[in-house]
């Protein structure tokens, strides 16, 4: 009976700390992921701009390194720094959104720079197409 | 006389042409943010969006607003995973649109600092269902930037947003937004 008493209060112990790992389980560390695809942004822009549907088939979720040369560093939203890469169509980028953490490394960038950046693609907006949770890699 | 007089009209015609030409009386912002709030029996459901992008023009009082799924935070990562995969489906549907307008447009002065109450209205788009909508907004010019924020309510229901029935009466039928969007003007 002791026994069946301890047993049950074992296999409760574990779901409870299954059902505590899974509602309070980690957000994806994007940072720390291995990316899915390698492309330069304008070539990112240009598989959106052709097809928004595949692309979004393709790209949505995963984990992008971006590659291209800056053409705004946005600040005007504390909440989330924002580094936009020139793509061929003017107008449009490839917007890569910071958590606010990494401002002071946002700052050190410049307009025209060369960089790498990593994120989770979030879809194409109207002015182009977004990827966040950014890291940069060096 | 006269032939100058006519230079003169049409020097001013074409200077005023130009100016028109060079002011488009647009707005955009492509950092936008939106929040949107839940209370429910167990927790509160909370997520915020900073990648909120529209475009208003001052001239039509027109406005587009667009808003990419993915792009929303939330504290609880299994929440923000529910929401996408269960409530949005939002790789079938990863974006959602408001397309309306300011309804008192000329109560508004574009060109000079000031706080305004005004009315906005249009169509929203969440999922693959449409309304139309109606909301209270104030529009704030400063030095030369315009700032927008709304707060309003959806009822989950009108977009096809389904509550598993599990949890149906711990989870809120309305949905409560916020927006404020910091717009610069469009060059």
């Known amino acids: 009976m002791v026994k069946k008493i301890i047993l049950f209060i074992i296999i409760i112990g574990i779901i409870g700390a299954i059902v505590m790992y899974l509602w309070n389980k980690p957000h994806r560390d994007i940072a720390a992921a291995k990316e899915d695809f390698i492309i330069s942004a304008t070539d990112f822009y240009k598989e959106y701009s052709a097809n928004e549907t595949s692309a979004n088939a393709k790209y949505l979720d995963k984990v992008i390194a971006v590659e291209g040369v800056i053409s705004a560093i946005e600040l005007e939203n504390a909440d989330e720094p924002t580094v936009a890469l020139i793509t061929a169509t003017p107008d449009m980028t490839v917007s890569c959104g910071f958590k606010k953490e990494l401002l002071s490394e946002v700052k050190k960038l410049k307009p025209n720079d060369k960089i790498k950046i990593k994120g989770k693609c979030d879809g194409m907006g109207m002015f182009g197409v977004v990827i966040t949770q950014c890291s940069l890699i060096k | ?187």
Do not use: C, W
Request: aromatic share 10%; proline share 2%; net charge positive.
């Open chain 2, 1 to 187: 006389m006269k032939i100058k007089i006519i230079i003169l009209i049409g020097l001013f015609a074409f200077a005023t042409a130009f100016t028109i030409k060079m002011e488009s009386g647009k707005y955009l912002t492509k950092n936008g943010k939106m929040s949107f709030f839940s209370s429910t029996g167990i927790e509160d459901i909370a997520a915020e969006n900073n990648k909120v992008s529209s475009v208003l023009d001052s001239k039509s009082g027109k406005m587009v607003i667009e808003v990419l799924i993915k792009s929303f935070r939330f504290k609880k990562a299994l929440m923000e995973e529910h929401f996408n995969e269960n409530y949005m489906e939002s790789s079938k549907y990863p974006k959602s649109k408001f397309d309306g307008k300011i309804d008192n447009l000329t109560a508004i002065n574009f060109s000079k600092d000031g706080t305004y109450k005004t009315t906005i209205s249009g169509n929203l788009t969440i999922k693959d269902k449409t309304n139309p909508i109606k909301t209270d907004a104030i529009i704030t010019i400063k030095g030369g930037k315009l700032n927008g924020k709304t707060k309003f309510k959806i009822l989950l229901a009108d977009y096809n947003i389904v509550i598993p029935s599990v949890v149906k009466d711990k989870i809120d039928k309305e949905m409560e937004i916020t927006a404020d969007l910091d717009y610069e003007s469009m060059k």
